[in-house]
Each structure stands twice: as C-alpha cells, then as structure tokens.
C-alpha cells in the first residue's frame, strides 16, 4: 500500500532532473516513510525500516548497521533504529552521492507515544548531534560543499494538553503544527518567523484557514524552538507501567495523517 496517490515532490525532481535511480534516495526508521514517498513502487531507491540495500549500492559498513537494524528490538514494531538508519544514510550519501536524498527519523515520536516525555528530549539532543554531523559531513563533502540545502522538518505535531500531547490524529489540536527549517546557499537572511493559524477543534486539513490567509509573524527573542516550545508538554516522568515493559502491542501505531 503506497500514502502517495499523486507524483511526490522526490518523483518530480527526479523527473525534472533527469536522476538515475539511485540519484534520488529515501532512508528511513519507518515503512510508512517508504510507503510516502512516491506514488509508486521503484520510482527510485527506497529503504523500508528493516531492508536491506542492493549490493551494488550498498557497502560493508551499510550492510552490518542493516543487520543490526534487523534484530535491535524497538519500542514500536514497525520502526527501526535512527542510530542506525542515520548512518545508514550517510554512507549512502558517501558512496552514491545523491542529488537529492530524504532521511526520515522516528524514535522522537515513538518516545512520546510511550509518554517518555523525559526520552523525547534525550533524543532530540542526540538528534541534534545527527543533524550537526550530517551538515559537517556535506560542508567537507565534493560535490557537496557549498552548494547545498539542508530542510529539517516534520510531517505532524502533537497534542497540546497533558491528556494527548502523546498522540496526533484527526481531531487532536496541535497535531497540525509542524515547523520547518532550511540551511543552505541562497536561503541566509530570511531569519525566523512563524506561522500561528487561528484554529478550532473538529477542523481538518483543507478547512483550516491558515491555508487560505497564511498569517506571519516574528518569533520573540529566546524563544524555544519548535520542538521544545511546548510548555504543557514537560510532563513528569511517566509511571513505570507506562514505559517499555508495557509492550509495543498495546500503544498506537503512528497515525499516517494529521488534519
Ligand atoms: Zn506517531
């Protein structure tokens, strides 16, 4: 089953580009990641959570970080680990030098869906870290160097209240705020801002008005980022029946939508 009904924007570029397969790249902790990315099988190289890469793209530190992606058991069962499907990617980027190339990360939202609050922000440091080496990697990287776009973002919010900052699905306000940053050549100046749509609960995408008037307005000094700017978020540590041993089976699985 593919997410995508229409070309993605990974299928355009490859097109509009005139890419090899392998010049246009998804690597992910998530199938659903895959199963986004383009609007059919093969569209270009595409690496489900647990899968392995074709030989002649792959090499012999992808192949054991593969592996232990294959038998590291995770919190939620469909996802891997983003240690490793990081750097997975980077290798990747190492050896086939793609043009463009998507890394989709998971374990922040799994963390939140066990309400590890405490583990979101451990691992959003450490992301941080991947984020860090990732830029270093392409600043000391030909063709790279110089004459390329980082975006980080994200493809859903969350809840904002103690009763649901957890979870994210239609109907749950807060779900649909998403943040995204861009670093590279021709993008320096813009600065910071931010869009804060007038919402009302039982809104759904298409209905919002932000996507009619889009409103923006600058963000206050010393400001938290977006990940971190959640107040009603800093929840206490869960219980301990919340936590791994209650098993990945009776948490929910990660929404493939937000309104
Ligand atoms: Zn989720």
């Given at each position: 089953m593919r997410y995508a009904e229409n070309r993605t924007v990974l299928e355009y570029a490859r097109e509009k580009l005139d890419?090899?397969?392998?010049e246009v790249a998804q690597i992910g902790s998530w199938d659903g990641f895959k199963y986004a990315?383009?609007?059919?099988?093969?569209a270009f190289l595409m690496n489900g959570g647990r899968e392995a890469l074709p030989a002649e793209l792959s090499t012999p530190d992808i192949d054991r970080y593969v592996d232990l992606r294959r038998v590291i058991q995770q919190l939620l069962e469909e996802s891997s680990n983003d240690v490793l499907s990081f750097r997975i990617a980077k290798e990747y980027l190492l050896k086939n030098k793609p043009r463009l190339l998507w890394i989709g990360l998971g374990q922040s939202d799994d963390w939140a869906h066990a309400r590890r609050y405490d583990l979101v922000l451990d691992y959003l440091h450490y992301a941080d870290t991947m984020l860090a080496d990732l830029w270093n990697t392409l600043q000391a990287t030909e063709p790279y160097r110089g004459r390329t776009t980082l975006i980080v973002t994200t493809d859903h919010g969350r809840g904002r209240t103690p009763a649901d900052w957890a979870e994210h699905d239609y109907?749950?306000?807060?779900?649909q705020d998403i943040f995204i940053a861009v670093i590279g050549p021709?993008?320096?100046?813009?600065g910071r801002g931010a869009e804060r749509p007038r919402s009302a609960p039982g809104r759904r995408r298409g209905d919002h008005p932000a996507a009619a008037r889009p409103r923006l307005a600058p963000v206050p000094p010393g400001r938290a980022s977006a990940a971190t700017a959640?107040?009603?978020?800093?929840?206490?540590r869960a219980p301990?029946?919340?936590?791994?041993?209650?098993?990945?089976?009776?948490r929910p699985r990660r929404a493939a939508a937000c309104p």
């Open positions: 890419l090899g397969y392998a990315a383009a609007s059919r099988d093969g109907g749950i306000q807060g779900c021709g993008h320096a100046g813009h959640r107040p009603d978020c800093a929840l206490k301990a029946t919340s936590s791994r041993a209650s098993g990945a089976r009776a």
